[in-house]
């Protein structure tokens, strides 16, 4: 069935294949979905032989694959099926999906077509963590980015001769950051405009997709992606909109948590992330100033 607006879903796939045959699955069970509707999987150098298990599966006439011959991180790889759904397809609408992400709303392919005709051009929808039943839209950022990375900065160093260090100091951002989560599951009861939008799934459209060749800041590998899109599109006023209309179900971090080969080498690997990112928000924050969410 024809919604009258061109569609995309892009997935970004990494190592796990049910993850991700799971949330294809459930985009093609809309009822609205067909023709104007497209899926775009984007293998991010997987390496484990599950990119090669989707072409082993019958040829659908909506879905299109792409396979990048490296992991090129969060932001790059969601940039290639971007890239694809906006100057291959011709997408008025694309939908960034992570794959552990599943959508069980009947109709939520026309709710996101009514919700892109009222002009905003990234749109984020309710994200239900399964396991918990939180709500993690709109986010609410970080206080003071600089006292971030100093932290990330201060683990990092102390992690290499005393491991037990991370737990005690994420056990202490955790009960830090739990005022920002419980008002980010406050704010998911009704819409917000100007919010800082969650990475899991990330809508964009109007002005944004006919202006924009690239979604995310390619700079990152993980984490922070949000801030920096947040802090670009105040500085370009685009209309950012966070909507109950549209719902999905996260399962949470299934494709980092695979990727890890031992929990060391994960919280290793986080600390550096992070801090790598943060490097680029505290760039932007001096050159430009800040931005806070208007609500």
Same mark, same amino acid.
């Given at each position: 069935?024809?919604t009258?607006?061109?569609?995309?879903f892009?997935?970004?796939?990494?190592?796990?294949?049910?993850?991700? %045959?799971? &949330? @294809?699955d459930?985009?093609?069970?809309?009822?609205?979905?067909?023709?104007? @509707?497209?899926?775009?999987?984007?293998?991010?150098g997987?390496?484990n032989?599950s990119?090669?298990?989707?072409?082993d599966? /019958?040829?659908?006439?909506?879905?299109?694959? #792409? !396979?990048?011959?490296?992991?090129? =991180?969060?932001a790059? =790889?969601?940039?290639?099926?971007?890239?694809?759904?906006?100057?291959?397809?011709?997408?008025?609408?694309?939908? #960034?999906?992570?794959?552990?992400l @599943?959508?069980?709303q009947?109709?939520?392919?026309?709710?996101?077509e009514?919700?892109?005709k009222r $002009?905003?051009? @990234?749109?984020? /929808?309710?994200?239900? +963590?399964? %396991? +918990?039943?939180?709500?993690t839209? /709109?986010q609410?950022?970080?206080?003071?980015?600089?006292k971030?990375y100093?932290?990330?900065?201060?683990?990092?160093?102390?992690?290499?001769?005393m491991?037990?260090?991370?737990?005690?100091?994420r056990?202490?951002?955790?009960?830090?950051?739990?005022?920002?989560w419980?008002?980010?599951?406050?704010?998911?009861?009704?819409e !917000?405009?100007?919010?800082?939008?969650? =990475?899991? &799934? #990330?809508?964009?459209?109007n002005?944004?997709?006919?202006e924009?060749?690239?979604? *995310?800041?390619?700079r990152?590998?993980?984490?922070?992606?949000?801030?920096l #899109?947040f802090?670009?599109?105040?500085?370009k006023q685009y209309?950012i909109?966070?909507?109950?209309?549209?719902?999905?179900?996260h399962?949470?971090?299934?494709?980092?948590?695979?990727?890890? $080969?031992?929990?060391?080498?994960?919280?290793r690997?986080? *600390?550096?992330?992070?801090?790598?990112?943060?490097?680029?928000?505290?760039?932007?924050?001096?050159?430009?100033?800040r931005?806070? /969410? %208007?609500?």
């Amino acid at each position: 069935m024809a919604t009258g607006m061109k569609i995309t879903f892009v997935i970004l796939h990494y190592l796990n294949f049910e993850e991700t %045959k799971a &949330c @294809v699955d459930s985009i093609e069970a809309l009822p609205t979905y067909g023709a104007d @509707v497209t899926i775009v999987i984007v293998d991010n150098g997987s390496g484990n032989g599950s990119y090669e298990r989707f072409l082993d599966l /019958p040829e659908k006439p909506h879905v299109h694959f #792409l !396979h990048n011959e490296r992991n090129l =991180g969060f932001a790059n =790889g969601m940039n290639t099926g971007y890239r694809y759904a906006r100057e291959e397809l011709g997408a008025s609408a694309i939908a #960034l999906m992570n794959n552990d992400l @599943v959508v069980k709303q009947r109709d939520f392919i026309e709710q996101l077509e009514m919700v892109a005709k009222r $002009g905003y051009d @990234v749109i984020g /929808p309710d994200i239900v +963590t399964m %396991k +918990t039943h939180t709500h993690t839209n /709109p986010q609410v950022p970080e206080p003071n980015y600089r006292k971030s990375y100093l932290k990330y900065a201060a683990i990092r160093a102390a992690y290499a001769v005393m491991p037990g260090i991370y737990e005690r100091v994420r056990g202490a951002s955790t009960t830090a950051g739990d005022a920002r989560w419980d008002a980010s599951a406050e704010l998911s009861k009704h819409e !917000h405009e100007q919010v800082q939008l969650h =990475g899991a &799934c #990330l809508i964009f459209a109007n002005r944004f997709v006919r202006e924009e060749t690239e979604a *995310l800041d390619g700079r990152t590998f993980l984490y922070h992606e949000e801030d920096l #899109l947040f802090q670009y599109c105040m500085r370009k006023q685009y209309r950012i909109l966070y909507t109950p209309k549209l719902k999905v179900t996260h399962a949470g971090g299934v494709s980092t948590g695979t990727a890890a $080969g031992n929990e060391r080498a994960k919280k290793r690997a986080i *600390l550096r992330h992070h801090m790598h990112s943060l490097r680029y928000v505290l760039e932007a924050e001096k050159k430009y100033g800040r931005y806070y /969410p %208007k609500c």
